[in-house]
């Protein structure tokens, strides 16, 4: 069974008795691999720390993900939680705290008694976090507990049998096609991921 998009076949589904060539190899099994190395390089961190055996995947220099995130205090404390942040490193990616927002539908055609009062959100996304820092902090926490990024990495494909997913990289600067098998395979891509188009029946044209 073969699933088809985006120009060529992304992910492909293989009977389970039939193996693939990096089946056979010696190249290393991760317990999870990620592709996308924004959001994806939080939840990789923490996993890595838990003790997987972890591989991110990027293809942009890691890091350098430009990236503009805003989150409430109480979101951030579930990565204290999780012992994958300080308290002083929370700190360090702070980089504005707003005192107050608001939200208001436009009404001003309704009558005075049909408008709606503004509704204040003072503790809804009033944190503005320093992405690249954030980022650097987690990289940087998940080579310490094992895990490994291939960063300026392409995804091509990935090939699911019964025992492992097999992925297909490409480096961005040498053009070489390398392999790399897990047990599980986490889409981290966002909206542009070609896997999502895949599963939800897009089909990219290349226009």
Same mark, same amino acid.
């Given at each position: ?6 120009? =060529? ?8 008795? $039939? ?27 923490? =996993? ?28 951030? $404390?579930?990565?204290?939680?999780l012992n994958l942040l300080t308290n002083e490193e929370v700190e360090t990616i702070i980089a504005r705290e707003y005192k107050d927002g608001f939200n208001k539908f436009f009404d001003a ?30 990289? $940087? ?47 981290? =891509? ?7 188009? $895949? ?9």
């Amino acid at each position: 069974m073969v699933l088809i998009s985006f120009l =060529m076949p992304i992910i492909h589904l293989t009977c389970k008795h $039939q193996t693939t060539s990096s089946e056979n190899s010696s190249g290393p099994i991760y317990d999870l691999i990620y592709i996308g190395g924004a959001l994806g390089s939080i939840h990789a961190a923490v =996993m890595a720390r838990l003790g997987y055996k972890v591989l991110l995947i990027e293809r942009l220099p890691f890091g350098r993900m430009n990236r503009e995130w805003n989150i409430s205090r109480d979101e951030i $404390q579930s990565l204290i939680n999780l012992n994958l942040l300080t308290n002083e490193e929370v700190e360090t990616i702070i980089a504005r705290e707003y005192k107050d927002g608001f939200n208001k539908f436009f009404d001003a055609n309704n009558p005075s008694d049909l408008q709606a009062p503004v509704l204040h959100t003072p503790t809804v996304l009033n944190v503005a976090l320093d992405a690249e820092t954030l980022l650097t902090l987690c990289g $940087q926490k998940l080579r310490d507990a094992g895990g490994d990024i291939w960063d300026e990495t392409e995804f091509v494909r990935a090939d699911v049998t019964g025992s492992q997913v097999t992925v297909t990289t490409k480096s961005i600067t040498t053009g070489k096609e390398k392999l790399v098998g897990g047990r599980l395979l986490i889409d981290a =891509m966002g909206t542009a991921s070609p896997i999502a188009w $895949q599963l939800n029946g897009s089909i990219v044209t290349g226009k």
